[in-house]
């Protein structure tokens, strides 16, 4: 059956309970699996197995909320911007008009208080029935104007038994105004002693949590930097070459797999392609980090989004808006901000149940209120169950992980470490041992062949050897290749070529029999290789890898090859050992060369001439031996093992199958973006454990003041006005905290 994984904008979502009920709506229809919700970025992702889209957003709308697919990723972006930014000044202007109306009522209710005689001068002039009514029309003029998008949004929330923050603030301003309404136009309803109004509580609160609002959303909008940043390295045309040979300047949306693109000095590389004429050298740091520029000629690939410098030079285009490289970016970001880690499962069942649990709460806080106090009894329930209704807003719970996430797996993106997985950033910082494959991870992947032994009379080994080799993409086939060449070698074409994973290569060369590869390959089709003994344990003493060619079943050369170890593997290896993680080797190379490049880097676990099968079988050993495994790779054979593993990790280098079985993608082949990887998910997982912490702390601890906990033993009570102030100012703590996941060390 097939499986379409979809992401859906979300409209409506205001607080943590908003996403938790969006969450459920979508697990609850069948044929949908892998529901995430993200409050931060307003979007749903999910996998359709049975269901439709149509399913999915229906659902959505059930639940109280719009939704509608996303065709276009830079449309969507733009209308998402454009709505913000209209849904932000209208923000603005709602908060202007709140301040001015409310400051009034503010100083006619406070300013008694204060300052007595100012208290005694407002009762002279202008009378309490008038003082009342001033605050009544301000007030209410707060609640219908600024206040209604509360009351739009909360109370059709409390019509389907679904409240959320919004109906929080409408039942506690509401309450607050009701009980003023009376004392102001019926007063003879309540108890002489309990004639009093609340008009400022009311107008307060919505006043500062349309700033917190305010706030918030002006700190959301830096969250998406990251996206923000790679849509932008997209170009919008191109310069494609005509059949006349001149060159034409057409939108990026017209072009096709195969155009010939030109790119002058100082141009942005519009697509992905190779080179087939021409020489430059092309600035790549905004894909792989790395600030050098690397130069390009023909046959190098050159990806979208990236500038060249000095030269000019004429590519193919071989992938298209989204097959580019850019563009699987930043569907990997997307996907990586939208996950859902284990961690908010939790939050979520929480946030779901938080809301009506509160009001249950503020109506327990009044009743016993009520009847336990004498004096003022009504008064001070009903303060002390707005204050309770006000102050456990869930906004803070809500915005706690995916704004970290959002934030820290955007910082990756501008480290060059892609998350495929969110999940990933959770898990990296719970390894126990990281195992890396040797060729092209922990040694540079350009090996050369360093020597060349025939052991039978065949002169022509070597030139049928490196002919064959031609048709293998393996690095160490293109340093025999190369080795040939230099040596004047006229190269054929093969009759025939079979790449065997994880051994060598085999085929015919001039109607002559070949095997090119392991001492494992020699061995399993019977090849004697005793006659090359010693000469083999030279090479593997010297830490170079030996391999084999057999021409018509008989051995007829030994070369070895030496791959240099990359400068940033010894400095990774130390790091992990620092933080008392095991490292390990997987790896297809004989023992002896293994140990030495396991010896000089200081890794005391080598699990060597394996093939692709047992790579898997040694992740699955060690992952029972200690726990949590991440495997590092880039090869096609390290795929199963990438897969095995709890995490893997392949560097940018690799090849396109080792980079979809991974959970965590390096855009360089240096292997500090592992380093960067792990600071990333400890800095971003500590990010979300202190906003945690705070959303639920700041709850547990301030909703017993409000509900006056502390009036029996020491007189303290929790005003609305300050519950209102404390609760904007928790979610835009929670967001900029994660901000700084931006300019954090790693």
């Not at 050159?302 to 808006?321: E, P």
């Not at 290896?573 to 080797?585: C, F, K, S, V, W």
Request: proline fraction near 3%; charge should be negative; glycine fraction near 8%.
């Amino acid at each position: 059956m097939a499986r379409t994984q979809i992401r859906l904008s979300v409209e409506g979502m205001n607080c943590g309970s908003c996403a938790s009920r969006v969450d459920k709506a979508l697990n609850s229809v069948k044929g949908i699996e892998d529901v995430s919700v993200n409050l931060a970025s307003d979007a749903a992702e999910m996998t359709l197995v049975s269901a439709s889209q149509e399913d999915a957003i229906q659902a959505i709308r059930d639940a109280g909320y719009d939704a509608h697919a996303i065709v276009d990723r830079e449309a969507e972006m733009a209308r998402q911007e454009q709505q913000k930014a209209s849904e932000f000044k209208e923000l603005k202007r709602d908060l202007i008009i709140a301040v001015l109306l409310t400051l009034p009522v503010f100083v006619l209710a406070m300013g008694s208080h204060l300052i007595p005689v100012f208290g005694e001068w407002i009762d002279s002039t202008l009378g309490q029935s008038t003082h009342f009514w001033i605050q009544m029309v301000l007030t209410t003029l707060v609640l219908a104007w600024p206040g209604r998008r509360f009351y739009q949004l909360g109370i059709p929330a409390l019509w389907r038994r679904a409240p959320d923050m919004n109906s929080l603030v409408v039942l506690g301003a509401t309450a607050a105004w009701g009980y003023s309404v009376v004392a102001t136009l019926a007063p003879q309803w309540l108890p002489a002693h309990a004639v009093n109004v609340y008009f400022e509580a009311s107008a307060v609160i919505v006043t500062l949590i349309l700033a917190g609002r305010f706030l918030e959303a002006r700190a959301k909008s830096h969250t998406s930097d990251a996206i923000k940043r790679l849509l932008n390295l997209q170009s919008k045309t191109a310069r494609r070459v005509r059949d006349d040979d001149s060159s034409e300047t057409v939108d990026i949306k017209s072009l096709s797999k195969g155009d010939m693109i030109e790119v002058r000095p100082g141009e942005q590389v519009p697509v992905d392609g190779t080179v087939v004429n021409g020489a430059s050298y092309v600035n790549e740091s905004m894909i792989t980090g790395e600030a050098d520029p690397v130069a390009k000629e023909t046959g190098d690939k050159v990806v979208g989004g990236t500038i060249n410098q000095q030269g000019s030079f004429r590519f193919k285009a071989t992938a298209i808006g989204e097959t580019t490289v850019l563009a699987q970016i930043i569907r990997m970001v997307e996907q990586a901000q939208g996950a859902k880690l284990p961690i908010q499962d939790t939050v979520n069942r929480i946030t779901l149940w938080f809301v009506p649990a509160v009001m249950a709460a503020a109506a327990l806080t009044f009743l016993v209120w009520f009847f336990a106090k004498g004096d003022n009894a009504l008064t001070f329930a009903l303060i002390n169950a707005v204050a309770v209704l006000i102050i456990a807003c869930p906004c803070a719970m809500g915005l706690a992980t995916p704004t970290s996430i959002m934030v820290g797996t955007g910082r990756g993106a501008d480290e060059g470490v892609l998350f495929r997985q969110g999940s990933a950033l959770q898990q990296i910082e719970n390894a126990r041992i990281v195992v890396f494959d040797k060729t092209g991870t922990l040694t540079s992947g350009h090996p050369e062949v360093v020597s060349w032994e025939t052991t039978q009379a065949d002169h022509d080994a070597l030139t049928l050897a490196a002919s064959l080799e031609q048709r293998s993409e393996h690095p160490t086939a293109q340093a025999l290749v190369n080795y040939a060449e230099a040596k004047s070698k006229q190269l054929t074409q093969p009759d025939n070529f079979n790449a065997l994973a994880g051994l060598g290569v085999e085929g015919k060369v001039d109607g002559r029999t070949l095997l090119v590869g392991s001492r494992t390959l020699m061995d399993e089709q019977s090849i004697a290789v005793d006659s090359a003994q010693q000469h083999t344990q030279t090479i593997e003493r010297n830490g170079q890898t030996p391999l084999y060619v057999a021409i018509d079943g008989q051995l007829a050369a030994v070369f070895s090859v030496a791959d240099p170890i990359r400068p940033s593997a010894k400095a990774l290896i130390n790091y992990l050992g620092e933080h008392n993680i095991h490292t390990a080797m997987v790896t297809g190379d004989a023992e002896a060369t293994a140990q030495k490049v396991a010896k000089e880097l200081g890794i005391r676990e080598v699990v060597a001439g394996v093939k692709p099968d047992g790579k898997v079988d040694a992740v699955k050993k060690l992952q029972a031996q200690y726990g949590t495994l991440i495997f590092v790779g880039d090869g096609i054979n390290d795929a199963p093992a990438l897969a095995a593993a709890d995490i893997g990790i392949a560097v940018g280098t690799g090849t396109d199958v080792a980079i979809e079985s991974a959970d965590v993608v390096m855009m360089s082949d240096d292997l500090n973006g592992v380093r960067n990887a792990f600071g990333l998910s400890r800095q971003t997982m500590r990010n979300i454990r202190q906003n945690l912490f705070w959303a639920f702390a700041y709850n547990t601890a301030l909703i017993p003041v409000a509900a006056g906990l502390l009036y029996p033993f020491w007189g303290i009570t929790l005003s609305p006005m300050l519950a209102a102030g404390a609760m904007a100012l928790s979610s835009v703590f929670v967001i900029s905290n994660a901000l700084r996941l931006k300019r954090i060390s790693l």
